[in-house]
């Protein structure tokens, strides 16, 4: 007998500010393996805990969790880009020995984690240099060519420069706690490493074939984002920069910076200077407003870029479909926006998802406002688009256009949704929120209560 999905189940984890979510496909009688589920973690990371009052968020208490609800067998892993908020949980030694004790299957990464890229992809390298190095060979049909190859040089030299600016607080104390959000976090890409070793990992770039098919029986998963630079040249832009090719900017930057940084560690800081009001103090103060303001802007474009990395997964089950685009940002999206035209089956499967992972903890500009559109303009009788939230208000942007999560985003979610956050006040006792929804009904997700309630 075929075993059919019956349910799928969405648990997403309390970890603060970051993402953890887990997908539980459950099947009518027990597949090859005597299993009647598969299970399919997407991040397992954080930058802040959760705030006063909420349940904290421990990874290694997130991890005890994630083994109770795979029930010791993890089929997929997916991480969707490096930055610590995605995966900082797996530097965490107690999480970390669950993580191997689960040994997922499959380990799903960007195209820009792959081994095979280059040996020093990740080294802190200037442009002379990157232009002199063996290039790694193409990997993909000529997806990862030459201009992606450069990319990914470039980000792990710049991820190299902004570590280095992290260790310097008492250079630039806001400098420093932006540089760090951008670590390279190393004992947990280590531990990723290891468990996409033998052929294990697969990594991804978009309509490349995640290969889940015969592992997860009854998924169809669409790869669509990140494109590559060979793909999509705009994803290596920044929009506001009008067409620059930013990135060797920042990493020659970056380095300067660093540099300079260096050469003042030990000396006479500004403030130390007795110089006394006036003139003088005025423009020492402006001149060190005006390098941090610059060295900021770096980093944060770093953190774009990063976040333009992000796997961008569509899965579709039965009459379900689930939508996961971790940090994605506009020039990530676009590479799929700009196919609805010839495309409208793919705009009519985006149009009628039943759940959406909202992108980058509820920034404005992770959430397109072309799919916000295809949202409201559902026909009547489809199901409720349910929506989920992993976030923490108060940790990234005070300004009311900067802020996380974007209290207008939020808004207009709600319109077309029903919105689930992490941060809610009613939530702060629960150790993770779950929906559910049957497959035959195709929708809509309802929310599970925790147990006890």
């Not at 980000?155 to 420069?161: I, R, V």
């Not at 290969?211 to 994803?235: C, F, M």
Request: glycine share 8%; proline share 6%; with cysteine.
């Amino acid at each position: 007998m075929v075993s059919t999905p019956v349910c799928v189940r969405v648990r997403m984890y309390q970890v603060g500010f970051g993402d953890c979510l887990l997908i539980s496909v459950e099947y009518d009688e027990p597949l090859a393996d005597g299993r009647a589920e598969r299970h399919i973690l997407i991040d397992y990371g954080t930058s802040h805990s959760p705030r006063q009052g909420f349940v904290r968020g421990r990874m290694a208490d997130v991890a005890a969790l994630i083994e109770q609800h795979t029930h010791g067998v993890l089929d997929v892993l997916a991480v969707t880009h490096r930055h610590r908020d995605h995966l900082r949980g797996f530097e965490v030694a107690a999480g970390a020995e669950i993580m191997r004790r689960l040994a997922p299957k499959v380990v799903l990464r960007s195209w820009t984690e792959d081994p095979a890229l280059a040996a020093d992809a990740g080294g802190p390298a200037g442009g002379a240099a990157l232009a002199a190095a063996p290039a790694a060979p193409a990997l993909g049909d000529g997806h990862v060519g030459p201009a992606s190859l450069r990319f990914a040089r470039l980000l792990g030299a710049a991820q190299e420069h902004a570590g280095a600016l992290a260790g310097l607080a008492a250079h630039d104390r806001l400098v420093a706690a932006a540089a760090e959000e951008q670590l390279k976090n190393a004992e947990a890409v280590a531990l990723l490493d290891e468990l996409s070793a033998d052929r294990r990992g697969r990594y991804l770039y978009a309509g490349a074939d995640a290969g889940l098919a015969d592992l997860v029986p009854g998924l169809v998963t669409t790869v669509l984002g990140p494109p590559t630079p060979d793909q999509e040249p705009d994803v290596t832009r920044q929009a506001e920069d009008d067409g620059e090719y930013w990135l060797t900017a920042l990493d020659a930057s970056l380095a300067l910076s660093t540099a300079v940084a260096a050469s003042e560690s030990g000396q006479t800081t500004a403030d130390e200077v007795p110089v006394g009001p006036g003139p003088v103090r005025w423009l020492i103060d402006n001149l060190t407003a005006q390098r941090t303001h610059s060295l900021l802007r770096l980093v944060r474009n770093l953190d774009d870029a990063l976040n333009n990395t992000s796997l961008l997964l569509l899965f579709e089950i039965g009459g379900l479909s689930l939508l996961f685009p971790g940090d994605a940002q506009i020039e990530n999206w676009q590479h799929t926006l700009k196919r609805f035209a010839k495309e409208p089956a793919l705009r009519a499967r985006l149009a009628g998802i039943d759940l959406y992972k909202v992108g980058h903890h509820g920034s404005r500009n992770a959430t397109p406002r072309t799919l916000w559109a295809l949202w409201k303009d559902r026909p009547d009788g489809t199901p409720r688009l349910t929506t989920l939230m992993s976030t923490r208000r108060g940790v990234h942007g005070k300004a009311v256009d900067t802020a996380v999560p974007q209290d207008n985003l939020v808004s207009a979610l709600k319109e077309v949704s029903t919105l689930y956050s992490s941060d809610d006040d009613a939530h702060a006792d629960a150790a993770y929120l779950e929906v559910e929804a049957e497959v035959a009904k195709g929708g809509p997700f309802r929310f599970v209560p925790p147990p006890g309630r």
